[in-house]
C-alpha cells in the first residue's frame, strides 16, 4: 500500500514523514522486538517514506545496527540522517561536540550504518563547553571530506541557532514540535523560515500520547525515557491532554480516521515544517500512521485543536 499522497508531496528528496528509531533502540523506551523494527524500516521505505532518523545514543547504537542492516542494498534510496555529540562510551550521555568526540563518533556511526557517508548529520543537543565555531569547523571538514553530506542541528535554542548558522550552513534544525508542545512556533520556527532552515519534529505523535492509545495516564519505569523526557506524560497536564485527545478521536470519527492522523495532519500543515520525523517499532505503527496522512482540515477543526492544544500548559 504506496502512500502516494505522502510521496508526491516529497520534493524528490526527503518525504513529508521520516520515520524515527529512537524506540527501535530497545533500552530507553522498553523493548524492542528486532525482527518487528526491521519490518517496520522495510514497511516505511516500500511505502514513500525515503528518509530515516536515528542517532548513536539510541541502543547505545543498536538503533544504527538496524538501520545499518535495513538499508543494505537501497542505500541509494535513503535520505540517512544521524547524530552526534551524545557520550555513549562513558555510559554517561554527556553533551561533546569537540572535534575529537564527534570524529570518533562519526567513524563508529559509519560502521554501524554500514556506509561511508552520512546525508544529514545533526548535533543532536547544544554542548556549552564546546564552542560552536570548533564544531562546525570538523563538521566541514567531514562534509570536504566526503563522510557527511549536509549540516544540521537539534534542540538548539534560537541563539545558539543564529550562531550555528554563522559558522557553517544549515540544512536543517530538528525540534520537538507537535498539539503537545508548540514553543517553537513563537520565534523558533519564523528564524528557519527566514533563513531557508528546513524544520522537522520530533515527538510529532507525542510519544504515542496522539494516537489515543493512552486511556489513562500511563506510568513508565523510571529507565524509561518517557518517564522523564517528555512533559506532557507529568500528571498535572494530564486531564488537559486527555481533552486534546478527546478532540482528535471526535474529528477523526467525523472523517472515518484515527486520532493521530489528525494529528499528525495538523502538524504537516504548520507553516515551516518540512518534515514530521515519526516514531515506530512495527510495520502495523508505520502504516497506520501513513495510511491518510495528510487529511484535509477545515478552519473550525483548526481552531479547535488550537484551543485544545493551547490548554494545556496554561494549567
Ligand atoms: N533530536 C532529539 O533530541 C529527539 C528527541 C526525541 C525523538 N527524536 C526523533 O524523533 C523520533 C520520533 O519521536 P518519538 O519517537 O519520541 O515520538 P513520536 O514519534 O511522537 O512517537 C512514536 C511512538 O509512538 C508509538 N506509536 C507510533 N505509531 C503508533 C500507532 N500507529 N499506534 C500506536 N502507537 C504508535 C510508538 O511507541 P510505543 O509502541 O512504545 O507506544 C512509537 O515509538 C524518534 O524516534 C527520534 O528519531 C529526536
Not at 47 to 55: E, K, V
Not at 75 to 85: E, I, N, P, Q, S
Not at 182 to 210: K, W
Request: proline fraction near 4%; charged fraction near 25%; aromatic fraction near 10%.
Amino acid at each position: 500500500m504506496r502512500n502516494e499522497a505522502m510521496h508526491e508531496k516529497s520534493d524528490g528528496t526527503i518525504s513529508r514523514m521520516i520515520l524515527g528509531t529512537w524506540a527501535m533502540g530497545g533500552n530507553h523506551w522498553g523493548f524492542c522486538d528486532d525482527v518487528e523494527a526491521l519490518r517496520a524500516i522495510d514497511t516505511a521505505l516500500d511505502n514513500g517514506i525515503n528518509a530515516i532518523d536515528t542517532a548513536p545514543v539510541y541502543g547505545d547504537g543498536h538503533a544504527e545496527e538496524l538501520v545499518g542492516k535495513a538499508i543494505q542494498g537501497k542505500r541509494d534510496k535513503v535520505f540517512l540522517a544521524t547524530k552526534c555529540g551524545l557520550d555513549i562510551y562513558s555510559r554517561k550521555y554527556e553533551r561533546n561536540l569537540s572535534p575529537s568526540y564527534i570524529e570518533r563518533d562519526l567513524s563508529q556511526s559509519l560502521k554501524r550504518l554500514k556506509t561511508d557517508y552520512i546525508d544529514l548529520y545533526q548535533c543532536h543537543w547544544p554542548d556549552p563547553q564546546t564552542p560552536v565555531e570548533e564544531t562546525m569547523a570538523a563538521l566541514l571538514r567531514f562534509r570536504e571530506e566526503g563522510k557527511i553530506r549536509l549540516i544540521g542541528v537539534s534542540n538548539f535554542n534560537d541563539d545558539e541557532l543564529r550562531e550555528a548558522m554563522r559558522c557553517a550552513p544549515l540544512f536543517s534544525l530538528q525540534s520537538h514540535y507537535s498539539l503537545l508542545e508548540r514553543s517553537v512556533e513563537q520565534s523558533t520556527l519564523p528564524i528557519c523560515r527566514e533563513n531557508d532552515i528546513n524544520f522537522f519534529s520530533y515527538g510529532s505523535l507525542g510519544a504515542g500520547v496522539l494516537t489515543g492509545k493512552y486511556r489513562e495516564q500511563p506510568r513508565f519505569s523510571r529507565g524509561d525515557a518517557r518517564s522523564f523526557f517528555y512533559r506532557f506524560f507529568k500528571p498535572r497536564y494530564w486531564p488537559k491532554v486527555r481533552l486534546l485527545v478527546d478532540g482528535l478521536e471526535e474529528t477523526a470519527r467525523s472523517k472515518g480516521t484515527r486520532p493521530g492522523v489528525i494529528a499528525l495532519s495538523w502538524l504537516i500543515k504548520q507553516p515551516g515544517v518540512r518534515s514530521v520525523i515519526v516514531g515506530a517499532r512495527s510495520s502495523e505503527q508505520v502504516l497506520d500512521n501513513i495510511a491518510d496522512v495528510p487529511v484535509e482540515l477545515n478552519a473550525r477543526e483548526m481552531e479547535l485543536l488550537d484551543h485544545l492544544s493551547g490548554a494545556i500548559y496554561s494549567c
